[in-house]
């Protein structure tokens, strides 16, 4: 019987230096402290990555140029991989690469910039849900069953964007036009997914799929054992679609096929995924994929995540169930119909490790 050990303690003494995992690394940490220790069965996927067979090589995730000519074409990838993996890399998407640089390196600068007194770490250190620009170690610390080895700076830009003086003075700039260009690729994808789906190129933006934006600016620092700890547990994302930037390092993984597949860094692309609200009113033609991000003690890895999801719109009484149109005696619907906030409420209180939130509102 191990002795006694007061994990809350832990995580509180954490929380408290608000500097997140970076700190830790700074002030020397040679062994990883056991709040970020995965048991171990907790993150067994279906088969570790090492016991995977190699013998063939794995499928890897779509790439897909969009600025292809053939726009019939790059509809049928679109379709495709939405419905086969739930993730694809898009190249020829328009943003400027300067905008995808300036905003790794900002995110960069932040995280690697000291935390303490006086700091904007410690100024941007909240778990407070109304807040539109924070920044923490886990934004599910005292919830989840084991730390991740990452530190998060949340954005919430849309509907209502931040005042500009609460984003750190060096990543302002940046995170402003990084926030525009990439709400214009989603307005992008979103036609490109409506008529996906047989729909009108609007169809999805005229329910407002892409009303919200959250931008979540990850850093994995470097971790002493990384076979023992995990960057982020696996989960599905709760909302219609996520728009992903991904330095070089890697380190993500996608369930497919009941292997874990890592998603190659592509320069200049940008990843994109459904998320679970978009596999509901899709009635199943497009999946909600689970994924994860391996811990790695090479260097540092950034990536930034943006998601569009209306659930901070308090007062949305937009009710989302599978689209009728998509309905017939032979395609009966999957899901009951919801308030966004309610399905992220139900998703938040099952917690990042499990992939149930959707399937209680199955019919
Ligand atoms: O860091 C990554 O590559 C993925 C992060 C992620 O899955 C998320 O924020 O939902
Ligand atoms: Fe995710």
């Known amino acids: 019987m191990a002795a006694a050990y007061d994990r809350t303690a832990d995580l ?14 700074a002030s020397g940490v040679t062994h990883l402290p056991r709040i970020f220790r995965v048991s171990d069965d907790a993150h067994q996927p279906p088969q570790a990555p090492s016991q995977e067979p190699r013998s063939s090589p794995a499928a890897s ?8 000519a053939d726009r019939a074409a790059v509809l049928a990838a679109v379709r495709r ?14 943003v400027p690469e300067a905008a995808m640089a300036a ?3 900002a995110v960069r600068g932040f995280h690697e910039a000291p935390g303490g007194e006086g700091s904007d770490k410690a100024r941007l250190y909240s778990r407070e849900p109304a807040r539109a620009v924070k920044y923490h170690c886990n934004f599910d610390l005292y919830q989840s069953p084991v730390a991740n080895w990452r530190d998060t700076l949340y954005l919430r830009m849309a509907p209502d964007p931040p005042d500009a003086g609460e984003l750190p003075d060096s990543c302002r700039e940046a995170m402003f ?21 047989g729909l009108k190129p609007s169809y999805l933006t005229d329910i407002e799929c892409n009303q919200g934006q959250i931008i979540l600016c990850h850093y994995y620092p470097p971790c002493p054992q990384p076979e023992l700890a995990i960057g982020t547990s696996r989960h599905s994302d709760s909302g219609f679609l996520t728009i992903l930037l991904q330095d070089e390092i890697g380190g993500l993984q996608i369930l497919h096929e009941d292997r874990w597949v890592d998603v190659t860094p592509t320069p200049g692309a940008f990843i994109v995924n459904i998320g679970d609200l978009l596999q509901l009113i899709s009635n199943d033609r497009f999946r909600s994929v689970e994924h994860r991000v391996v811990a790695k003690n090479a260097a540092p890895r950034v990536s930034i995540a943006c998601f569009f999801s209306t659930h901070f719109h308090p007062a949305s009484t937009r009710m989302y169930g599978p689209i009728k149109e998509l309905l017939s005696d032979e395609n009966p619907p999957l899901y009951r119909e919801t308030l966004v906030r309610d399905y992220i409420k139900h998703y938040y209180s ?5 992939k149930t939130a959707i399937s209680d509102f199955r019919l």
């Not at 995730?61 to 292809?68: A, C, Q, R």
């Open 12 to 25: 509180r003494a954490l929380d408290a230096t608000r500097s997140g995992v970076r700190g830790l690394v």
């Open 61 to 68: 995730v779509p790439v897909i140029d969009l600025s292809g």
């Open 81 to 94: 991989a939405a419905a086969e993996w739930g993730f694809f890399q898009v190249t020829g998407h328009g």
């Open 177 to 197: 036009e990084y926030a525009e260009q990439v709400k214009n690729l989603g307005k992008t994808l979103f036609e490109l997914l409506s008529e996906a789906l």
């Open 103 to 105: 905003a790794t390196d």
């Open 350 to 354: 099952i917690g990042l490790d499990a």
